[in-house]
């Protein structure tokens, strides 16, 4: 159950970060301005498919305790003050977005995907207007949109979600 949920919650987040920058103005109406765009569109979809690798690894790692962990709402049994991550460190010594970035470079995928699998939850990270900040500001936007949204798409659990959208 924690598994499909997450891989709803993956294609959810990928889908979205997609639309997002395939709505985004392109820098010029050129032929190859679209075809960047596109690309741009595509590797954000690749971004969020694997934003959350680090979960399927804890769980592959820990079957017994991820499941434990990661059973449905197991989060609103807990104070409001929980923060998953923290938890995740807890029980596996490690959180979801360095066992995520880990096994991407163990695999020898590209950093991007590393890059974003570590980052997509530190707000406080600098962004610049570079494509690669262009597709983490998709996919920690799409993450939020699909932790509002009913619970199939909310990933290990549903939360309350900030609306406050500068970090994204």
């Known amino acids: ?95 979801h977005t360095e066992a995520g970035a880990y096994a991407i470079d163990e695999l020898g995928l590209p950093s991007a995907l590393a890059d974003v699998a570590r980052n997509h939850h530190d707000t406080g990270a600098a962004l610049t207007d570079d494509d690669d900040t262009w597709d983490l500001r998709a996919v920690r936007a799409a993450n939020l949109v699909t932790k509002a949204m009913e619970s199939s798409y909310s990933g290990l659990y549903a939360q309350e979600v900030s609306l406050d959208w500068e970090p994204c």
């Open 1 to 95: 159950s924690c598994v499909r949920q997450l891989i709803q919650h993956s294609e959810a987040t990928a889908i979205i970060a997609r639309h997002l920058l395939g709505k985004r103005p392109s820098e010029g109406s050129n032929q190859n301005g679209n075809r960047e765009k596109e690309d741009l569109a595509q590797s954000a979809f690749a971004k969020g498919f694997v934003h959350d690798i680090g979960k399927l690894v804890l769980i592959y790692n820990n079957p017994e305790q991820g499941a434990a962990l990661y059973e449905d709402n197991w989060i609103e049994k807990g104070p409001d003050e929980i923060n998953e991550r923290d938890v995740e460190r807890r029980a596996f010594g490690y959180d």
